[in-house]
T-cell receptor, first 108, second 115 residues
Framework: GQQVQQSPASLVLQEGENAELQCNFS?????MQWFYQRPEGSLVSLFY???GTKQSGRLTSTTVIKERRSSLHISSSQITDSGTYLC??????????FGSGTQLTVMP | EAAVTQSPRSKVAVTGGKVTLSCHQT?????MYWYRQDTGHGLRLIHY???????EKGDIPDGYKASRPSQENFSLILELASLSQTAVYFC??????????????FGHGTKLSVL
């Protein structure tokens, strides 16, 4: 089965609403990263967060190793937050294993 | 901000033809990677390199070759392109192995369509 599963697969919000994106993994964890893929396709790194909580502006990432999950919270969503959010883990070796992503659409 | 440049941005190739995707980074990073992304899926590692003149196989290397002639440049080569290789290809670089405490910096991607 898939080692990294993201939910929901897609999400539609009204501007100003909060979003909670989930990443569940079935193996032990060396590292955990969140990426944002813009609608035009380019990718940027959001967080490196193998454990605990990290915040950057309106984004908060929380990884709970013993529960094998990580979440990405987006507060007060904006139209420009629309895109795909990908999580990736490494387990054993350093190579990253990506989830399929959550496609977020923020409506005006 | 680190810079990774891919070329071309998109390409249409014929089945059986040769395709070369190029990647150039100005970050002075040792590690470079080639990933492919299929519609609705995450990224999968094809090849990577941690030093010039050396490349390593990733998770899905079959049908692909890689070349790292210098620290700045990393190419992905499809000697005999096939329909199944239609995808978006991303190049990335990092200062250390991608699963460590180092961010990956991605290029904008190359959309490859094999007809």
């Amino acid at each position: 089965g898939q080692q990294v599963q993201q939910s929901p697969a897609s999400l539609v919000l009204q501007e100003g609403e909060n979003a909670e994106l989930q990443c569940n993994f079935s193996t032990s964890l060396n590292s955990m990263q969140w990426f944002y893929q813009r609608p035009e396709g380019s990718l940027v790194s959001l967080f490196y967060n193998p454990s605990g909580t990290k915040q950057s502006g309106r984004l908060t990432s929380t990884t709970v190793i013993k529960e094998r999950r990580s979440s990405l919270h987006i507060s007060s969503s904006q139209i420009t937050d629309s895109g795909t959010y990908l999580c990736a883990i490494s387990s054993g070796s350093w190579q990253l294993i990506f989830g399929s992503g959550t496609q977020l659409t923020v409506m005006p | 901000e680190a810079a990774v440049t891919q070329s071309p941005r998109s390409k249409v190739a014929v089945t059986g033809g040769k395709v070369t995707l190029s990647c150039h980074q100005t970050n002075n990073h040792d590690y470079m990677y080639w990933y492919r992304q299929d519609t609705g899926h995450g990224l999968r590692l094809i090849h990577y390199s941690y030093v010039a003149d050396s490349t390593e196989k990733g998770d899905i290397p079959d049908g692909y070759k890689a070349s790292r002639p210098s620290q700045e440049n990393f190419s992905l080569i499809l000697e005999l392109a096939s329909l199944s290789q239609t995808a978006v290809y991303f190049c990335a670089s990092s200062d250390a192995a991608g699963g460590s405490n180092e961010r990956l910096f991605f290029g904008h991607g190359t959309k490859l369509s094999v007809l």
